[in-house]
């Protein structure tokens, strides 16, 4: 079994700021890409930053230079910064894992987190 979960979500005021954390836990053999994305009412969900195990990070054009994305290899975490918040930026926000479970150490499975919402208030 893996688990992944988020953290750190809540109601900021427009301009504020907020900080995600994922924790993966289980059965866990190595994890490439983590990342997060979200999904809007009424809309599909998206990308909005991913980082490789080496540190290689990729932005949605909407949070770039407003959110970093880092993440803690030794404790499986991966993390939000988001700063500059904007009310377009409400969303459940959702963690994601492309790992290799220690049952099947060949192949890479994406992996969920439940989502924390984020609500950003004008």
């Known amino acids: 079994q893996v688990q992944l979960v988020e953290s750190g979500g809540g109601l900021v005021q427009a301009g504020g700021s907020l900080r995600l954390s994922c924790a993966a836990s289980?059965?866990?053999?190595?994890?490439?890409?983590m990342g997060w994305y979200r999904q809007a009412p009424g809309k599909q969900r998206e990308l909005v930053a991913t980082?490789?195990?080496?540190?290689?990070?990729n932005y949605a054009d909407s949070v770039k230079g407003r959110f970093t994305i880092s993440r803690d290899n030794a404790k499986n975490t991966v993390y939000l910064q988001m700063n500059s918040l904007k009310p377009e930026d409400t969303a459940v926000y959702y963690c994601?894992?492309?790992?290799?479970?220690?049952?099947?150490?060949?192949?890479?499975?994406?992996?969920w987190g439940q989502g924390t919402q984020v609500t950003v208030s004008s």
């Open positions: 289980g059965s866990i053999f190595s994890i490439a890409t």
């Open positions: 980082i490789a195990t080496g540190g290689s990070t």
């Open positions: 994601n894992a492309n790992l290799s479970p220690t049952y099947i150490i060949n192949r890479r499975i994406n992996y």
